[in-house]
């Protein structure tokens, strides 16, 4: 079977650094996902890390361990608009190019 | 930017009834995917399609459900006998690569 793992919810202040982690068991890997989803829309790519390290975007980063079953979404210098729900979620390898998601985790922002 | 289209935006139906989700996918896409998301809940993968045909399916997506590329540019999903419990935001989702996933903006279904 596929588990994700992430917080529900998380808190964080405008201008800070947040780290969002997930863990991952599931029969194979292929890649693992990042996406960002404002309440009642679609999500939105935010990542993909294959190999091990860190995948850095602007104020966005990724990074995963494979042989921990591990990644971390950082988001720095957090604005207003960041609040939003990051989905994690794996491709693992036997399945092509369908992808698991986990629960998502809220991330609200503060002023 | 290029955009995943889906129509309607909300749909509500009776039980029982026949109701079908429309998509038009980015234009130079080949990989065509639905996911679902049940309201407060993780979004889950539906059916992928590839080259005209079904390439991977859920447990989810059961003999109710049915895909169709009709014409070269849609991409619809078919459920035919509603139930209560598929009331859900329903995504497409195209991508020209195997990675890098655009997800439409959803059609809400509410089934009463």
């Known amino acids: 079977g596929q588990n994700i793992d992430q917080p529900t919810e998380m808190t964080a202040t405008e201008g800070a650094i947040v780290q969002i982690n997930c863990t991952y068991q599931t029969s194979g890997f292929n890649g693992l996902f990042w996406y960002q989803q404002h309440a009642g829309e679609a999500p939105t790519f935010l990542s993909y890390n294959v190999l091990d390290g860190l995948e850095e975007k602007g104020r966005f980063s990724s990074f995963l361990s494979r042989s921990k079953g591990y990644s971390y979404l950082l988001l720095k210098e957090l604005q207003m608009k960041d609040s939003a729900s990051y989905l994690c979620?794996?491709?693992?390898?036997?399945?092509?190019?369908?992808?698991?998601f986990g629960g998502g985790t809220r991330l609200m922002v503060k002023p | 930017e290029p955009e995943v289209t889906q129509t309607p935006s909300h749909q509500v139906t009776q039980m029982g009834q026949e109701v079908i989700l429309r998509c038009v996918p980015i234009?130079?896409?080949?990989?065509f995917y639905w996911y679902r998301q049940i309201l407060g809940q993780k979004v889950e993968f539906l059916v992928s399609f590839y080259n005209n045909e079904i390439s991977e399916k859920s447990e989810i997506f059961d003999d109710q459900f049915s895909v169709e590329r009709p014409d070269g540019s849609n991409f619809t999903l078919k459920i035919r006998s509603t139930k209560l419990e598929d009331s859900a935001m329903y995504f497409c989702?195209?991508?020209?690569?195997?990675?890098?996933?655009?997800f439409g903006s959803g059609t809400r279904l509410t089934v009463v």
């Open positions: 989702a195209s991508s020209a690569l195997s990675y890098g996933y655009t």
């Open positions: 979620a794996v491709r693992p390898n036997n399945a092509g190019n369908m992808l698991t």
């Open positions: 234009s130079n896409h080949l990989y």
